[in-house]
């Protein structure tokens, strides 16, 4: 036996103690070799801490011998053991269960909700009087041998595409929507089926963990007790799909007109697109959504297809079903049903309430709308064109809408709303639709985004309200790299030299084209934004063309830009509902309205003296009805399918369009002829329903004038800013033939060639007095472009605000007084209207044009 260095208790004198104490020094820790008593024995001895082994002959190492467990040290000691982890796992385990067992037999399945019974939802004007009442139910109840197994295919492969198979809940889908909505992702369903079932019959809509809980364990006990077609049945049934219909047999007759029964697949898809967004998805009401509406749509087919529910074959023959026009409900006639919308769609984009919720009823909601004001506005609409239109005579005339919202600058709440002849009728808002184009009110954000950024023209020029810009008919854009672009003037009508003031008050796109360039066209994008128009406006895209109102905003967009621009640069959010309430809740949270200087106070001033000029001279002047100091812009969408004006006081912002669609096709049409006119342009109809509804709105408040601080430069006093320089020796003809004229003008927006213009003797002149000459004759300033020569007596008056420039418009359209040479008419009544007299090739008529 090797006993190492632990040696035996002998060797160390008469005791055994002396021994132990040898072995646990060499040990380090007695408590491996315990020390001896002097009654264990003789020493040396084969007692229990003699030198054996195994501790002694017995083999049986004693009580305290026992060996213990290191301590944990460090790092370990924060690490659970096995067994505590086992334990803490088991015991969650029953905890869960135990809470399972309790919650399952506590819940029991309730009646039907009170939504089964829907209650009213009651809107208020701003002063507490009854504005509508909603609340009828459109709902009928069919078995599930009712409904076309299309449509139930539908609703599956859209909500629930393993519901036959799968338990009455889906923890993992629950977790993961969840999981989403904590991370930012968005508001996610994680319910099967059978929980929306139970959601929507049983229980209320609001987002609480306590009807979570229930929904569950009510969606297990419902999947035990009812078969998987009484519970399909029941969900088809009672799900909301918008238009006030419950359940898919109303459904089927509010989008289109049929029984359930006789669905097919490409429209029971799209009603299965409505359970995710109801009245977001109603293209028919919401025509700018109907892209994500195609999405799903599709997605929903596909789904058909991959569960086999649907062939390739069928699927690919599909066209989007749209639906038919919506008819309101009875009660809410005229603009009731567009105000009622409106509030809805303000309080689902604010994520203010959901639309479940909200239609289970029971809210009195306050909006901000003023009844006096309301009345004016519809008042005016009537007054100025429902009263006018002939629809039995003039077929065009049945495509006439209207659509109007006037906004508080200071509050930013929507005082008034005109939605359209009647809700019952016309369905779409037209106050809230984003499917027609601005036209040229935008023109007014291409130079407040020139003022905000300090741009300056291709030459170098700072822009301001007197710089001039050429305004040559289809001249092209000079800086663009994005191909060529040459935009037509309305009527095709040249202007030449021009003031950006000027080309505002005529709504020159050939100017406002070059400017967005020189801008940069998606400065003119951020500017517009910061004003108010959404991020995601279709068709407003950084192009030149941005310039010309190219993207369809809607009427409450344009009117919360403008809001800002009289706002002097301070932009906050429009809101429609000031208080929310419902009996035995709490209050409804509202948004905070927050309000800050989105573009500079000089930049938005500015704008509004350019804008003063359009209503004082330009094409708005019938705003000057209104009788308050005013500021505006003129618009006309292409085809002249929409005609818009957006002006503002001090204290409000109004913008109202007048647009064409087809009351059976719904497709836009063109305005010509529309209320026996040739065309209906911004400064006409809209112009008027401005003025109208403006003077009543403010009737008995003060007047008051705008407070303006606008940007060096930006007055009307003096001269045009960078007059362009003489041509450069041998560019231009000295002796030009009347016809084609001198050459190139150096310093108008980077050489653009001119000469054609310019002709006469004139040797490419431009003439200095133009914008400021007298208003009889037109004879100001010192030059004057080809006057002398031309067949016309052209005495340079061209800008002289109605004055006699003689030959300003005669002759060949666009030259004259202003080009000289060619122009063989006579007198012509300057650029903003009159008839035109000559002897020469027949003159064109100038009224109140706008592009």
């Known amino acids: 036996m090797q006993l190492g260095k632990y040696p035996a208790a002998g060797e160390h004198g008469a005791t055994g103690t002396a021994a132990s104490a040898g072995a646990a020094g060499a040990l380090g820790a007695t408590a491996a070799f315990p020390s001896a008593d002097a009654s264990d024995g003789a020493p040396g001895g084969p007692g229990r801490n003699g030198g054996s082994e195994q501790n002694g002959d017995s083999g049986k190492p004693g009580k ?251 699927r690919s023959g599909f066209e989007f079903p749209t639906p038919k026009e919506a008819k309101g409900a009875a009660g809410l006639s005229g603009q009731r049903g567009y105000l009622v919308q409106a509030v809805k769609d303000y309080l689902f984009d604010n994520e203010i309430i959901d639309e479940n919720t909200l239609e289970a009823g029971g809210y009195r909601i306050t909006t901000t709308l003023q009844k006096k004001k309301q009345d004016a506005f519809v008042k005016a609409v009537d007054d100025q064109v429902m009263e006018n239109l002939d629809k039995e005579n003039r077929k065009v005339d049945r495509n006439v809408r209207a659509g109007g919202v006037s906004i508080d600058p200071k509050t930013g709440e929507v005082v008034a709303m005109y939605g359209g002849i009647d809700y019952t009728q016309q369905y779409v808002n037209n106050a809230t639709r984003r499917d027609y184009q601005v036209g040229s009110t935008f023109k007014p954000f291409v130079f407040t985004s020139a003022v905000e950024n300090d741009s300056r023209t291709q030459d170098g020029r700072a822009i301001t309200p007197n710089t001039i810009y050429d305004g040559t008919d289809q001249r092209p854009v000079q800086g663009w790299n994005g191909g060529s672009y040459a935009p037509e003037n309305e009527d095709n009508v040249s202007y030449g030299p021009i003031s950006v003031r000027e080309a505002t008050d005529k709504s020159v796109n050939a100017v406002y084209a070059q400017m967005a360039v020189d801008v940069g066209p998606a400065e003119v994008k951020k500017t517009a934004v910061a004003l108010g128009l959404p991020s995601d406006t279709p068709d407003m895209n950084p192009y030149p063309s941005i310039a010309l109102g190219t993207a369809t905003a809607s009427v409450l967009d344009m009117a919360e830009a403008y809001a800002t ?163 450069e020796p041998g560019t231009g003809g000295t002796t030009g033939d009347g016809t084609t004229g001198g050459g190139d003008v150096s310093g108008q927006d980077g050489g653009q060639d001119i000469g054609g213009t310019t002709g006469g003797t004139a040797d490419g002149g431009i003439a200095t007095g133009g914008t400021t000459g007298d208003a009889t004759t037109g004879t100001g300033g010192t030059t004057d472009t080809g006057g002398t020569t031309g067949d016309g007596t052209a005495t340079g008056g061209g800008a002289a605000d109605g004055g006699t420039s003689t030959g300003a418009v005669g002759g060949t359209p666009t030259t004259g007084g202003v080009t000289g040479g060619t122009a063989d008419g006579g007198a012509g009544t300057g650029s903003t209207g009159g008839t035109t007299t000559g002897t020469g090739t027949t003159p064109r008529t100038l009224s109140g044009r706008d592009d």
């Open 64 to 314: 305290s011998g026992k060996a213990k467990r290191p301590k944990r040290t460090g790092w370990r000691r924060l690490v659970p053991t096995w067994r505590l982890v086992l334990g803490t796992v088991l015991g969650g385990l029953l905890v869960l269960i135990g809470l399972f067992a309790l919650g399952y037999y506590m819940v029991e399945i309730p009646a039907a909700n009170a939504a089964a019974v829907k209650q009213s939802n009651v809107y208020l004007y701003a002063d507490g009087s009854q504005l509508a009442r909603d609340g009828e139910v459109d709902r009928e109840n069919v078995p599930l041998s009712q409904i076309s197994r299309d449509m139930q295919h539908a609703a599956l492969a859209a909500e629930d595409r393993d519901f036959y198979t799968e338990s009455a809940v889906d923890p993992k889908a629950m977790v993961r929507a969840a999981w989403n909505t904590l991370t930012g992702k968005g508001k996610q369903s994680g319910s099967t089926i059978t929980q929306q079932y139970v959601k929507n019959y049983y229980l209320a809509q609001e987002q609480t963990v306590t009807r979570k809980v229930k929904e569950f364990f009510i969606a297990i006990k419902l999947d035990r007790e009812k078969s998987k077609d009484e519970i399909l049945a029941g969900y088809l049934n009672t799900s909301y799909f918008g238009r006030n219909a419950y359940g898919i047999q109303a459904a089927a007759q509010a989008y289109y007109g049929v029984d359930a029964k006789d669905l097919t697949a490409d429209q029971g898809a799209y009603l299965a697109t409505l359970l995710n967004a109801p009245s977001a998805y109603d293209v028919v009401a919401h025509p700018q959504n109907k892209g994500a509406a195609t999405a799903r749509w599709k997605y929903v087919l596909n789904g058909m297809v991959e569960e086999k529910w649907l062939t390739d074959s069928e």
């Open 565 to 727: 621009l009289a706002n002097h640069g301070k932009h906050g959010t429009y809101t429609l509902v000031s208080k929310m309430t419902k009996v035995g809740a709490a209050d409804v949270r509202l948004p905070e309205r927050s309000e800050k200087q989105a573009i500079s106070r000089e930049a938005a001033d500015t704008t509004t003296s350019v804008l003063q000029s359009v209503v004082s001279g330009g094409t708005g002047t019938a705003a000057q009805a209104a009788g308050r100091p005013a500021a505006g812009k003129t618009g006309t969408a292409e085809e002249d399918k929409a005609a818009w004006f957006a002006g503002y006081t001090p204290e409000l912002a109004t913008v109202v369009a007048i647009m064409g669609q087809d009351p059976e096709t719904a497709e836009h049409t063109p305005l010509y002829n529309a209320l026996g006119q040739a065309r209906i342009n911004g400064g006409g109809y809209p112009a008027q329903i401005w003025a109208q509804y403006t003077k009543a709105a403010l009737s008995g408040t003060e007047v008051s004038d705008f407070d303006l601080d606008v940007k060096e430069g930006g007055g009307d006093a003096g001269m045009p800013t960078g007059m362009p320089s003489a041509p």
